[in-house]
């Protein structure tokens, strides 16, 4: 309903400045599969008027062929978009949809019901003030429903509205109605949220979606379109202290220095004093300036440019708050995970958070549970897979500002990026801290790592040696080492079978052991170095992440990547100690190269082809390279 | 607390989200770049652009993959507003298209567009090295569309692949790719026709006078009404061009754009008749007819 065709005529400009003035409603449909929320969404554009000839021409077409109303018209069809959906008569992804009311204009995002896309529910989700569940009257309340009840519940969504539809299939029973309403209401308080609003409805018939149905007389609520365009949406954000995250640091001239942002929450005016996060800084606004002019104030959902009284440092990443309630700085928290790839998450492996307009390195520690979205309770587990939610403790590789999801979506909400593939694998909300980074002091060492090197006469180095089991690894490493040891030189060798018997002994070999496995032995040799020492890693370390990881505990220079290179036909050939034999007869499971991949370096320092080398000459080359490189003094 | 003494309309919501996203695609890549296509919706993401990064100039080029058969009312126009915004205009032409004189008439609107924009969009990316390209397409242009992600990756050949989007929460934007990936940005997503022209009219912003109600030459062809832009325009014996008062609800190259009939020549007219009208705003391109899933296959192949 864009418009009562009189009003157009009659003073379009009224008409036009009416328009302007509306406000926006941004939702989310769920439900399970075939519960119709294609339909209704479908029906809202028909209903709206948003229909044109053209399209119903295709959409009377296409109901004979594709449609599953039996040659009626299919209004799931108008919002199925990709060819694969539209052929399987499925959604498998998030559609945004557009439409108009006088009062209201309104976002919709579609999600899906099926359970391997929680995570396009959860990314629907994120933007959107309200949701509408769908229930089908003859089903009623599904896992589904619940496990979609609580996702929106957990990204912070406060307005439910449950449709149950369908309802002409049950002869429009008041009784149906009423135990789905009373069944879904107890679950929805359990989950945190209060105000739902329950509507009996036919999205196919078109009862109570506009006009109140004749088919109902005994439901005396709001039809749907009136409740979505009068729920109160008044902005909760800006009622809350101000943030605004830097995007852009304005300089046109060096007389103009402004910081470009969107203002997630609070009223800004100039002459208010402010504090730049994680600095601490304090400062008031001079200006709050824009494309139309300087501002009297600004408030949550603008984008503007601030500048400051005093010349002070602030960049992208960078938070400007309410001086006197700014956020807190942390490094570890406690986090909701929502995992998103098909690559499990491995705990203990350096991904990155983007939180903000701020990108850092991030590890997700083991899950302390995982939630079981059907039931609400509580599993162990030791990692994440695709579309499941757990709780984790996460540590960033800086103090970064935060306020807690529940009390700000845009402060407390991340998403988590792996920094090889450079996917979106998971998103998260930050809780609390699990310690104030100004409590955070470094025992001050005055013996410290140049010291240790000096008395030794040469610099502490760490050479890593990858490549395939019965590579020639610790055959190689040994002989550097006694080498070394020959010259006087102080080293130490950390050998992955030595290391499983001990310090590891409680790791096994899927992905996740093997990650914390590195993690554990990067940390010893980064310790090692601080001592003074030259280490020599010998372990599969078959992930690049993980010796990326390894290489920055250190610093420039002091890490060497020796990829013992050695084709796999030729180390299960030699397979001294017995193990590519059991692992072809499956005794073995996760054996690298066998059912476990290896990722080989791109760009080691060294590669040693043990095909044209021996194990001798190879030493040497390792030796060669630490002298051409001045490591051993 | 204090509250705010205005609520914000839902076009300024849609503002400060634009503005949001291309200072965010601008502040995560090396080489951005806008694309204009002189229409209305470019109009709007130039006005858009100048209002994020006021009061210094975009710091990006526009760039205008041309197929040399836009109407001669739109080359007018594209350089007077380039100027305006004190931007630097790029002007690209598919070399192989000039070579052969590809053309609407002779190779029919597939390969045209095909040969002049899908692939003189890649060229031009990749000739001037941008590895990120902002564009005016809008979720309710069409259903495939209406899934696209704000930020597209594309793979160093252009293509986008439906399946393997990234998810997209709250307000944070994954930008980063791999060399020779780029990525489409897509700052109008969530705006529609409507609040497109309410806000051409409530910011004042500059359109192509064809958009408006005239006297133009035009024929009748498949239902369709051509405009006789100059002499290249072939006419099939019989046709002769008659005067109507005609409008166009989209500009793209003229043989392949129709017209609608109107007498709406003022801003409000048009944006009445919208309101009014009953045919969708992509009718008017010839090449979507072929099949309903056309523009799900065409930008698969790298198209916009």
Redesign the interface.
């Known amino acids: 309903m864009?418009?009562d065709?009189g009003s157009?005529?009659s003073d379009?400009?009224a008409?036009?400045a009416a328009?302007?003035?509306?406000?926006?409603l941004r939702f989310i449909t769920c439900g399970s599969v075939d519960d119709g929320k294609s339909t209704l969404i479908g029906r809202f554009l028909y209903e709206s008027k948003l229909v044109?000839?053209?399209?119903l021409a295709?959409l009377e077409a296409?109901s004979k062929t594709l449609g599953t109303q039996g040659g009626e018209l299919d209004f799931a069809l108008l919002?199925?978009?990709?060819?694969a959906e539209?052929e399987q008569g499925i959604t498998i992804?998030?559609?945004?949809?557009?439409f108009?009311t006088p009062r209201?204009?309104f976002?919709v995002a579609d999600t899906p019901g099926h359970e391997q896309y929680t995570?396009?529910m959860?990314?629907g989700a994120?933007?959107a003030q309200l949701a509408v569940v769908l229930v089908d009257a003859r089903k009623g309340v599904l896992t589904q429903t619940r496990r979609h009840t609580y996702l929106v519940a957990l990204l912070g969504i406060r307005h439910l509205v449950l449709a149950v539809n369908k309802l002409d299939l049950v002869g429009y029973s008041r009784e149906v109605f009423e135990e789905i309403e009373s069944q879904y209401r107890r679950f929805a308080a359990e989950v945190g949220v209060d105000d739902v609003v329950c509507i009996p409805l036919s999205a196919l018939r078109g009862d109570n979606i506009t006009a109140p149905s004749p088919n109902t007389p005994w439901y005396e609520g709001p039809t749907l379109i009136e409740h979505l365009e009068t729920v109160p949406v008044d902005?909760e954000r800006?009622?809350?202290?101000f943030r605004m995250p830097v995007?852009?640091v304005?300089?046109?001239d060096p007389e103009?220095r402004?910081f470009?942002?969107?203002i997630v929450s609070g009223?800004i005016h100039p002459g208010d004093p402010v504090r730049i996060l994680p600095s601490g800084r304090t400062s008031v606004v001079s200006r709050i300036?824009?494309?139309?002019g300087d501002l009297p104030?600004a408030?949550a959902?603008?984008?503007v440019?601030l500048t400051l009284a005093e010349e002070i440092d602030v960049s992208?990443g960078d938070v400007i708050a309410a001086a006197d309630s700014a956020p807190a700085l942390a490094d570890q928290f406690e986090a909701h995970v929502i995992w998103?790839a098909d690559t499990e998450m491995l705990p203990g492996r350096p991904y990155?958070m983007?939180?903000g307009?701020l990108t850092v390195g991030l590890v997700i520690g083991p899950p302390k549970y995982r939630i079981n979205v059907d039931t609400l309770e509580h599993a162990a587990a030791k990692t994440l897979t695709l579309n499941e939610i757990g709780v984790c403790n996460v540590s960033v590789d800086r103090p970064i500002p935060f306020d807690p999801y529940r009390v700000n979506?845009?402060m407390g909400?991340?998403?988590v990026?792996d920094r090889l593939s450079?996917?979106?694998v998971g998103?998260g909300l930050l809780h609390f801290a699990l310690r104030r980074a100004h409590n955070i002091h470094w025992q001050a060492i005055e013996v410290n790592k140049a010291a240790h090197a000096r008395l030794k006469g040469q610099e502490p180095t760490v050479v890593w040696f990858t490549g395939l089991s019965g590579a020639g690894k610790s055959t190689i490493a040994n002989i550097v080492e006694r080498k070394l040891h020959e010259m006087g030189r102080h080293t130490y060798l950390l050998d992955g079978d030595n290391v499983r018997h001990g310090l590891n002994r409680d790791l096994g070999f899927t992905d996740a052991d093997r990650v914390e496995n590195i993690r554990r032995v990067a940390e010893v040799a980064a310790l090692m170095v601080d001592a003074g020492l030259i280490v020599l890693v010998s372990f599969i370390s078959p992930f690049r992440t993980e010796r990326a990881m390894a290489r920055e505990r250190v610093a420039e220079g002091e890490f060497l990547e020796v990829y013992v290179d050695t084709p796999l036909a030729v180390a299960e050939a030699r397979d001294h100690k017995g193990l590519y034999a059991k692992a072809r007869r499956g005794e073995l499971p996760n054996f690298t190269g066998i059912d476990s991949p290896y990722e080989p370096p791109e760009s080691p320092e060294l590669r040693l082809d043990t095909t044209r080398l021996s194990p001798e000459e190879a030493a040497d080359r390792v030796i060669a390279a630490l002298q051409e490189r001045g490591r051993l003094g | 607390m204090r509250t705010p003494t205005q609520t914000l309309t839902h076009l300024d919501r849609l503002e400060s989200e634009s503005i949001h996203i291309i200072r965010e695609a601008t502040a995560e890549s090396e080489r951005p770049v806008m694309l204009y296509s002189v229409g209305k919706d470019s109009g709007v993401m130039v006005h858009l652009a100048r209002k994020a990064f006021y009061p210094a100039r975009p710091p990006f080029p526009l760039l205008h993959v041309d197929t040399t058969w836009k109407f001669r009312a739109m080359y007018e126009f594209r350089d007077r507003m380039a100027a305006e915004a004190g931007m630097e205009l790029k002007v690209w032409q598919n070399p192989e298209c000039v070579r052969l004189g590809i053309n609407p008439f002779d190779h029919g609107s597939q390969v045209h567009t095909d040969l002049w924009k899908t692939e003189g969009l890649k060229q031009a990316l990749e000739h001037y090295g941008f590895d990120a390209a902002f564009g005016g397409a809008r979720r309710d242009e069409e259903k495939s569309r209406a899934k696209e992600r704000v930020f597209s990756i594309r793979s160093p050949q252009h293509r986008w692949d439906p399946k393997a989007q990234r998810p997209e929460l709250w307000s944070l934007y994954n930008v980063r790719r791999r060399p020779g990936e780029t990525i489409r940005v897509f700052p109008l997503s969530n705006w529609t026709e409507l609040d497109v022209w309410l806000y051409i009219q409530r910011e004042g912003i500059p359109i192509v006078p064809l958009y408006l109600a005239a006297p133009r030459p035009v024929v009748e062809r498949n239902g369709m009404l051509i405009m006789v832009d100059d002499d290249r325009m072939r006419l099939l014996p019989g046709e002769q061009p008659e005067w109507r008062s005609v409008r166009f609800r989209t500009l793209g190259c003229y043989p392949l754009t129709a017209a609608v009939p109107s007498t709406a020549s003022t801003l409000p007219e048009v944006i009445a008749e919208m309101l009014r009208t009953t045919t969708s705003e992509r009718q008017g391109r010839i090449i979507d007819h072929d099949q309903s899933a056309s523009m799900e296959k065409k930008k698969q192949e790298g198209y916009f």
Do not use: C
């Not at chain 1, 300036?289 to 139309?292: A, C």
């Open positions: 864009p418009a065709d157009i005529d379009i400009e008409y036009l328009h302007e003035r509306k406000t926006l044109f000839e053209d399209q295709a296409d919002v199925d978009g990709l060819q539209r992804d998030v559609a945004y949809r557009f108009s209201r204009t976002i995570r396009n959860v990314t994120s933007t902005d800006q009622a809350k202290p995007q852009w304005n300089r046109p103009f402004g470009s942002g969107l009223v300036v824009t494309f139309d104030e408030s959902g603008q984008s440019t992208r998103m990155l983007k939180i307009t979506r845009d909400g991340f998403i990026i450079n996917e979106t998103a």
